[in-house]
């Protein structure tokens, strides 16, 4: 256990890095990080990228 609060809160911080960075979608056509989710035609998903404006599903 860490001797101090400011220990436990690095380590909390630690995982949610590597949890936000493993979730996170990249653009297959230009590999930018802007991307949007969307709500496809009929009710499936879909993404499109902010930067190129590539969409996919």
Do not use: F, K
Request: proline share 4%.
């Amino acid at each position: 256990m860490p001797a101090s609060i400011l220990g436990e809160g690095g380590h909390l911080l630690g995982a949610a890095w590597i949890r936000n960075t493993a979730t996170r979608l990249s653009c297959p056509s230009c590999g930018s990080a802007h991307v949007a989710q969307v709500l496809g035609d009929n009710g499936g998903i879909s993404y499109v990228c902010t930067a190129c404006g590539h969409s996919w599903s």
